[in-house]
């Protein structure tokens, strides 16, 4: 059991060392392109920069600064958008990125209504990828035993289990 939870925490760690060291590689191009007069790749590095949000990643909200500062709200939002899930990080600047872009000529009503997702959907979403998870641990420790042979039943309900959490994966992200 201590191997597992220390594989986890492993694997956690090394996907937001990837997401920070790639958000500040997108962040450093951002200024390098900057510095040489080419705003819109600038733009498009800043808001991959800002897409790749974890919380506390000093990068991620050092690009959303650098956009508004440029007065680039569509990236602004298009980025905030991005990172949503149960809660909606810097939902202050996507209000203000709505208000920017309706100003321009875009219907507010519309850019306010596709702000967050439905929460019945992202639940089925996390159930589904939770039951997943399970089905695939289940599969591992249940249906293999010491030897790597297969026990038949068992595999049968990881598999079951694995199908209907990709089943409820998928009606979550279309009914969200």
């Known amino acids: 059991m201590k191997i597992g939870l220390v594989t986890v925490a492993l694997a956690?760690?090394?996907?937001?060392?990837?997401?920070?060291?790639?958000?500040?590689?997108?962040?450093r191009t951002a200024e390098e392109r900057f510095g040489a007069g080419a705003m819109a790749e600038a733009?498009?590095?800043?808001?991959?920069?800002?897409?790749?949000?974890?919380?506390?990643?000093?990068?991620?909200?050092?690009?959303?600064?650098?956009?508004?500062?440029?007065?680039?709200w569509q990236e602004v939002r298009s980025s905030l958008l991005a990172v949503r899930g149960l809660y909606q990080p810097g939902a202050d600047r996507l209000r203000a990125a709505n208000r920017a872009i309706a100003a321009a000529g875009t219907?507010?009503?519309?850019?306010?209504h596709s702000e967050e997702p439905r929460l019945l959907g992202v639940l089925l979403a996390l159930a589904g990828t939770g039951l997943m998870l399970l089905?695939?641990?289940?599969?591992?420790?249940?249906?293999?035993?010491s030897?790597?042979?297969?026990?038949r039943g068992l595999a049968l309900r990881?598999?079951?289990?694995?199908?209907?959490?990709?089943?409820l994966f998928v009606v979550g992200l279309s009914v969200a």
């Open 12 to 27: 956690i760690a090394l996907l937001a060392a990837r997401v920070l060291w790639s958000s500040h590689h997108e962040w």
């Open 43 to 72: 733009i498009d590095h800043w808001g991959r920069a800002a897409r790749l949000y974890l919380p506390g990643n000093p990068w991620s909200q050092r690009a959303l600064d650098r956009l508004v500062e440029q007065g680039a």
């Open 107 to 112: 219907d507010a009503a519309r850019l306010e």
């Open 135 to 145: 089905a695939t641990a289940h599969f591992l420790w249940r249906a293999l035993d």
């Open 147 to 151: 030897k790597a042979c297969l026990r």
């Open 158 to 167: 990881s598999a079951v289990g694995l199908g209907f959490g990709l089943l």
